[in-house]
């Protein structure tokens, strides 16, 4: 073998030895470099070694906080007497409400009333919800602790920190809410603000669980005046206002500002459903406040109410920004936007007795019996007077008869001759009309207080439970007599009622009013318990006064005859 060969061999083999020495790391070595935290190359993470040990791994990862950090409900179930609400992380929303009043009755259903909770708006994009976190899981409010609150907290994603403390009543459906918007940006930005509800243009194919349970109209109050607005003419509305919301009869939910610079809205929105062939049609309502430019660590906080429950009068009224107006009570004999009489002023006295009746009856069929007995008696002295200008004119009903027959073909002749026999007998012939009109304003006052009374909802009178899945009797005021009882007792009373009362005018006329008890008993038959039951029982003491008068006439007639026999 020449030197060469020799050389290039012992080259090679010394090579091999050194390299490994050089070039190549051992384990140990790899893991020490990786406990100092010094990457081999800053631009490329190292690569894990297959056979690193679990123990060199467990090292190598981050070790865990001192304290482990609280987990972050999404949702808050908030109890009291009067409801029971969950409040989700996403804005703040309500994805249930359950009032306990008279029964168990959820507002926020699928598909019907829904909550959209706090939003932020950005030119140009749609409402976002803000992702909140929530200060506890749970708030139950009771005899000890008459209020509570919930914070909600969290960033838009572009600097601006919201807080949301809501504040519950346990004898309340009012809710309070105070909004703080921070300004966390290295510049100065502006945004809006939208707190909102929603409900379905169209009605929900889900039956009613309660009457009333899904809205039908936009109800608002701006400049002291309400407006009233079905779902499916929604327009667009945005303006200072006292309050906005959605009802139905008996039931709202309304929004209040309470803090300058937030306005009412009123818009018409769509809802994507996978299950649905189109976008879902809606009608929202809500508070609307444009920011001010809020510069670096800047605060913009407002106050707004929420009130969603029963339309109780007194729960509206305490209010105090006239949410009571929401309770429409109509107008006599034309709505109260044309200048009619406005049954509030008559209604509003009805159901407050009506209410102190019940607070010593503790059954609000009986206080519709004692509040419909009082009317009666207070009208008695019209009545009677009704009746005797009735009876007169009854009297002369042969002699009138006769006048048509002589006049028929001179109209003028027989208005002068059918006046001069008025005079003679001293008749007036609307005597027997002017008292009833002036009762008939408050029938149809105390009709209309217990037409939009929600009390009555689930109130028996006389209820003997269920068979067979019917109520026996009648077991909710609010709901049609499901036997039929009272309201064929309604038109028995009323035929009654018509035999007696003297005719007047053309006879045929007379016998044609005989088919009214019967058309009217086809239409109470599935009104509300309690207006059949007061219209019932009006006929029944109108029948009994009437039998009253005669006997006093009767009395009266005789007691000439009987003096000449003492003579």
Known sequence: MDKRTTLALLLMAALLMIYPAIFMRSEPEQKATSKTGAPASPAKAPE???????????????PPPAKEAPVVPERTAVETPLYRAVVASSGGQSVSWELRYRGQKPMVVPGGLASKGLAVVRPGQPARPIALTLSSEKLTLGSGTPS???????????????TETLR?????????HHIKVENRHAVAQSAEMLLAWTAPVEPSKEPERFQGQHPIRIVRM??????????????????????IGLESEWYVTALIPRSPGIQLSETRATEAKADA??????????????????KPGQIWEGQVQSYVGPKEYGQLKAVGVGLEKSIYFGGFPAPQDYGGLPMEWLAVPILWLMHRFYEYTHNYGVAIILLTVITKVLFFPLTIKSMTSMKAMQALQPQINSLRSKYKSDPQRLQRETMTLYRAHKVNPLGGCLPMVVQIPIFYALYVALSVSVEIQNAPFICFGRAFGVDLWICDLAA??????LPVLMGVSMFIQQKMTPVMGDPRQAKMMLFMPVLFTFMFLNLPAGLVLYWTLSNVLQIAQQKYMERMRSKSEKAPVRAAKKA
């Not at 894990?48 to 981050?62: D, E, G, K, L, R």
């Not at 519950?168 to 309070?176: A, E, I, K, Q, W």
């Not at 049609?480 to 009882?485: A, G, S, V």
């Open 48 to 62: 894990p070694v297959a056979s690193a040990t679990p123990a060199a791994s467990a090292a190598a990862a981050a």
């Open 148 to 162: 509570g609150e919930l914070v909600l907290a969290g960033e838009d994603g572009y600097g601006l920190r919201v």
């Open 168 to 176: 519950f009543h346990v004898d309340s459906y009012l809710v309070d």
């Open 222 to 243: 701006a400049a002291g005046h309400v407006r009233r607005e079905v779902l499916a003419k929604t327009a667009e509305f945005s303006g200072e206002g006292q309050w």
């Open 277 to 294: 062939p189109k976008p879902l049609e809606l009608s929202q309502v809500g508070l609307r406040v444009a920011l001010p430019s809020l």
């Open 480 to 485: 049609h007599d499901p036997t039929y009882i």
